[in-house]
């Protein structure tokens, strides 16, 4: 696990959740086959919103009263949290391309300076601009 995604325990979740604006909370347990497939797609998902989203991981075993408190009866489970408060839910595996436009929804946007130049494709080349 990358130092951008925080394992969690009951403890450090609600901590967390009352410092964090946009907190998203990865349920999971290391015996659930959809919840290894997700790692790798919350791994890329904290590093694209670093700075904006907090992300953290909670083993649904060792933390079983974070998972009953918001209702998690299946994995993997992904809950944003808005200033202490679910904001949004998602189940099951979800790719790459899907998470981010449902965060998208929710982060906010990186200042002009810190945006990256959108690399040339097709039409970039056919315009010169590459």
């Given amino acids: 696990m990358s130092r951008l995604v925080e394992e969690l325990d009951d403890e450090l979740f609600a901590e967390l ?7 998203l909370v ?3 347990a290391d015996w659930c086959g959809p919840c290894k497939a997700v790692a790798p797609v ?3 998902a904290a ?3 670093d700075g904006r989203i907090t992300f953290g991981k909670l083993n ?4 079983p009263e974070s998972a009953s ?24 595996y979800i790719p790459d391309g899907k998470l981010r436009v449902h965060l998208d929804r929710y982060a906010p946007p990186l200042e002009e ?6 690399r040339g494709g097709l039409l970039a080349r056919l315009l010169g601009r590459e």
């Fill in 60 to 63: 649904i075993d060792y933390s």
């Fill in 113 to 118: 300076e810190e945006a990256a130049p959108a």
């Fill in 47 to 49: 590093k694209h919103y």
């Fill in 42 to 44: 919350v791994e890329r």
């Fill in 26 to 28: 990865d349920f999971y």
């Fill in 69 to 92: 408190r918001y209702g998690v009866r299946s994995i993997p489970t992904m809950i944003l949290f808005r200033d202490g408060k679910q904001t949004s839910r998602m189940q099951g």
């Fill in 17 to 23: 959740l009352e410092e964090e604006p946009l907190f």
